[in-house]
């Protein structure tokens, strides 16, 4: 890519409850055992662990996810920990949210986003990056890579050729970017970056 995208390490963390457990309520909380409670039980036992494990790996979202189908869960003291962990689930991705005010900031959250393979996430950020500043050249640019790599080829195209409609030396730079490679081979791409080779 044309701009330097930062990358964040990953940092194990250990979350703990320290709330007592309390008694469900009669019309909520957590769900009435079924007749095969030893069935429910266990689902929710697994739902908790798999939640466990991706809130270790800090995937907060998909931990919350799965601590909210484990808090409506028979066993009263796991639905109550399965709450707090959603409590701490949502304390984190709020911090996490990054703050993104300019288009420059949508641009490098995309890159950032590129790099951990989240593509489609990356593509919505672009997308209103380019709404805040439809010239800019390198969203074109990366929009065409993000596009690529999600097999939306004729996207990708459409994409690139604006960025080189905006500035042309963004062929000489597609054609040298590692990023690239592999969509350069296909014919549609191949047309546009080496138009000389079709005379």
Same mark, same amino acid.
């Given at each position: 890519?044309?701009k330097v995208s930062s990358r964040s390490?990953?940092?194990?963390?250990?979350?703990?409850?320290?709330?007592?457990?309390?008694?469900?309520?009669?019309?909520?909380?957590?769900?009435?055992?079924?007749?095969?409670?030893?069935?429910?039980?266990?689902?929710?036992?697994?739902?908790?662990?798999?939640?466990?494990?991706?809130?270790?790996?800090?995937?907060?979202?998909?931990?919350?996810?799965?601590?909210?189908?484990?808090?409506?869960?028979?066993? #009263?003291?796991? =639905? *109550?920990?399965?709450?707090?962990?959603?409590?701490?689930?949502?304390? %984190?991705?709020? +911090?996490? /949210?990054? $703050?993104?005010?300019?288009?420059?900031?949508?641009?490098?959250?995309?890159?950032?986003?590129?790099?951990?393979?989240?593509?489609?996430?990356?593509?919505?950020?672009?997308?209103?990056?380019?709404?805040?500043?439809?010239?800019?050249?390198?969203?074109?640019?990366?929009?065409?890579?993000?596009?690529?790599?999600?097999?939306? #080829?004729?996207? =990708? *195209?459409?994409?690139?050729?604006?960025?080189?409609?905006?500035?042309? %030396?963004?062929? +000489?730079? /597609?054609? $040298?970017?590692?990023?690239?490679?592999?969509?350069?081979?296909?014919?549609?791409?191949?047309?546009?970056?080496?138009?000389?080779?079709?005379?």
């Open positions: 890519m044309k390490g990953v940092v194990k963390e250990r979350g703990t409850s320290t709330a007592a457990a309390q008694p469900a309520k009669a019309g909520g909380g957590a769900a009435k055992p079924a007749a095969d409670g030893g069935n429910a039980e266990k689902a929710q036992s697994r739902w908790f662990e798999k939640g466990a494990g991706l809130f270790q790996a800090r995937d907060f979202r998909a931990a919350m996810e799965h601590f909210e189908k484990a808090a409506a869960g028979p066993l #009263l003291e796991m =639905a *109550h920990a399965a709450r707090s962990y959603i409590r701490m689930c949502e304390r %984190r991705l709020k +911090a996490a /949210a990054p $703050v993104l005010v300019s288009a420059e900031d949508h641009y490098n959250y995309a890159i950032a986003l590129m790099n951990r393979r989240a593509f489609a996430d990356a593509d919505k950020h672009l997308q209103t990056a380019l709404g805040m500043s439809p010239q800019g050249d390198h969203l074109y640019y990366a929009l065409a890579l993000c596009r690529g790599v999600q097999g939306k #080829l004729q996207e =990708a *195209h459409d994409n690139l050729k604006r960025a080189i409609e905006i500035d042309p %030396r963004n062929r +000489a730079q /597609a054609r $040298v970017d590692p990023d690239f490679a592999e969509l350069i081979r296909q014919p549609l791409m191949e047309e546009l970056l080496f138009p000389a080779k079709g005379r």
